[in-house]
């Protein structure tokens, strides 16, 4: 636990040493994600779905690029950008148009659309439960695969009046991909292809310090349960503060950049350093405690598998078996594309090949020795190494290119 608790006197030093002087933000940190596509000159929309369980979440879209003008009945690729563990839609378009993602894709020519989950910013409404309930945060990733994803993809083909669309999933948007294509055919029908930046599915080799939390489940859920904790590290009042009063002056920006590459690896080179408070602004965006005890359970594992409850009874009470259910990946018949990276703490290279091994529809896969979990999101170069690279293999399946 060193590194963490160095890292929080470090941050915890820097804040005193700041104080309260003011500084100037930047515009993006206090706006929404629909704003800042607007902000950038890219049109926007923005619609809200409802999973059958009950969560309602928000999804961006940005139908085409800052100088084209498409009508409703123009057909473009449709492509589903899904973010990672707590993390949320303003990952995509947080850098400058020439580096973010979902600027990209438009400026290439897609429909893009900016998914988003239970639990973080945009998906903390329910039909019935209140966000303040104990009900409203059990889920993991298991409800997020078999609910958010095939909700969305019927969502967004009903709303474009296509029939497939292309999926790209980072970190946990990868692994919701693999878990429910390894089940529901009728999903895989309507996905084209899978592109998995930082591909999760196997994390037994994870070297980042959420593993240190695996010894510590038990008592943890406890003390969630103790005093009310549901929902870890969201994005609030606090987050806003420390992106505004500790990442915005030059001379705490490394220190600021070691608290976010903490649970995924260090890259310093990779950042851009003048959009940190933008990043901190808007992530980390939330996720249920119970999403982090199951990422501890695959580390602990090594497997892929559904929530683990604890006991062969638990167990059998909610899938019938006493045994854990694991995912099949060798059952996914979608074409998969993975990009991993050599420094990543999350998705480790051992672990991206046991995928591979299990991935009989595996159809391209890069690797970059340099690059650590969210260089994917946040990489200087993530546009020249990685987006371009997608781009192009779509356009081989889209056009024959």
Same mark, same amino acid.
């Given at each position: 636990m060193q590194?963490?608790? +160095?890292? =929080?006197?470090?941050f915890l030093?820097? %804040?005193?040493?700041?104080?309260?002087?003011?500084?100037?933000?930047? $515009?993006?940190e206090?706006?929404?994600?629909?704003?800042?596509?607007?902000?950038?000159?890219?049109?926007?929309?923005?619609?809200?779905?409802?999973?059958?369980d009950?969560?309602?979440?928000?999804?961006?879209r940005i139908?085409?690029?800052?100088?084209e003008t498409?009508?409703s009945?123009?057909?473009?690729?449709?492509?589903?950008?899904?973010?990672?563990?707590l993390d949320?839609?303003s990952?995509? *378009?947080s850098?400058?148009?020439?580096?973010s993602f979902?600027?990209?894709?438009?400026d290439?020519?897609?429909?893009?659309?900016?998914?988003? !989950?239970?639990?973080?910013t945009?998906?903390?409404?329910?039909?019935?439960l209140?966000v303040?309930?104990d009900?409203f945060?059990?889920f993991?990733?298991?409800?997020?695969?078999?609910?958010?994803?095939?909700?969305?993809v019927?969502?967004?083909?009903?709303?474009?009046?296509?029939?497939?669309?292309?999926?790209a999933?980072?970190?946990?948007?990868s692994l919701?991909?693999?878990?429910?294509l390894?089940?529901?055919?009728? @999903?895989?029908? +309507?996905?084209?292809? *899978?592109?998995?930046?930082?591909? =999760?599915?196997?994390?037994g080799?994870?070297? %980042?310090?959420? +593993?240190l /939390?695996?010894?510590?489940?038990?008592?943890l859920?406890?003390?969630?349960?103790?005093?009310?904790?549901?929902d870890? /590290?969201?994005?609030?009042?606090?987050?806003?503060?420390?992106?505004?009063?500790?990442?915005?002056p030059?001379?705490?920006?490394l220190?600021?950049?070691?608290?976010?590459?903490?649970?995924?690896?260090?890259d310093?080179?990779q950042l851009n350093?003048?959009? /940190? $408070?933008?990043? !901190?602004?808007?992530?980390?965006?939330?996720?249920? !405690?119970?999403? @982090? *005890?199951?990422?501890?359970?695959?580390?602990?594992?090594?497997?892929?598998q559904?929530?683990?409850?604890?006991?062969?009874? +638990?167990?059998?009470?909610?899938?019938?078996?006493?045994?854990?259910?694991?995912?099949?990946?060798?059952?996914?018949? !979608?074409?998969?594309?993975l990009?991993?990276?050599?420094?990543d703490? /999350?998705?480790?290279?051992?672990?991206?090949?046991?995928?591979?091994?299990?991935l009989?529809s595996?159809?391209?896969?890069k690797?970059?020795?340099?690059?650590?979990?969210?260089?994917?999101t946040?990489?200087l170069?993530?546009?020249?190494v =990685?987006?371009d690279?997608?781009?192009k293999?779509?356009?081989?399946i889209?056009?024959?290119?």
């Amino acid at each position: 636990m060193q590194l963490i608790e +160095k890292t =929080v006197f470090f941050f915890l030093a820097s %804040s005193l040493w700041t104080g309260i002087s003011a500084v100037v933000p930047l $515009p993006e940190e206090n706006m929404n994600v629909t704003q800042m596509i607007i902000y950038n000159g890219y049109p926007a929309e923005e619609y809200d779905y409802t999973t059958p369980d009950g969560y309602i979440i928000t999804i961006q879209r940005i139908p085409h690029g800052r100088h084209e003008t498409y009508s409703s009945e123009d057909a473009k690729p449709v492509i589903l950008v899904q973010h990672g563990l707590l993390d949320v839609s303003s990952t995509w *378009v947080s850098n400058l148009p020439n580096e973010s993602f979902g600027f990209i894709l438009a400026d290439k020519g897609f429909d893009v659309w900016l998914g988003n !989950v239970r639990g973080n910013t945009y998906g903390r409404r329910h039909v019935n439960l209140s966000v303040d309930s104990d009900a409203f945060w059990n889920f993991s990733f298991d409800e997020m695969a078999k609910y958010e994803l095939p909700t969305a993809v019927n969502f967004i083909l009903n709303k474009t009046g296509q029939t497939t669309l292309y999926y790209a999933g980072h970190s946990q948007g990868s692994l919701m991909a693999f878990a429910e294509l390894s089940r529901n055919q009728d @999903l895989a029908k +309507k996905i084209k292809a *899978v592109f998995g930046l930082g591909p =999760v599915a196997y994390l037994g080799h994870m070297k %980042s310090p959420l +593993k240190l /939390l695996a010894d510590y489940v038990p008592e943890l859920e406890d003390l969630f349960v103790i005093f009310g904790v549901r929902d870890f /590290l969201p994005s609030n009042d606090f987050i806003h503060w420390m992106a505004t009063n500790v990442c915005e002056p030059p001379e705490l920006r490394l220190i600021c950049s070691s608290v976010i590459f903490l649970l995924c690896g260090f890259d310093v080179p990779q950042l851009n350093l003048t959009r /940190l $408070p933008v990043y !901190v602004s808007h992530t980390p965006a939330g996720t249920s !405690v119970k999403n @982090l *005890v199951h990422f501890n359970q695959l580390y602990k594992s090594s497997k892929f598998q559904m929530y683990d409850y604890g006991s062969p009874e +638990k167990n059998k009470e909610h899938y019938g078996t006493a045994t854990v259910p694991q995912y099949n990946a060798s059952a996914i018949t !979608v074409p998969i594309a993975l990009y991993y990276g050599g420094n990543d703490w /999350l998705a480790d290279p051992s672990d991206v090949k046991i995928l591979m091994q299990k991935l009989t529809s595996k159809w391209y896969d890069k690797y970059i020795a340099a690059w650590q979990h969210l260089d994917f999101t946040w990489g200087l170069d993530a546009a020249s190494v =990685v987006y371009d690279d997608i781009i192009k293999r779509i356009n081989e399946i889209e056009y024959g290119l």
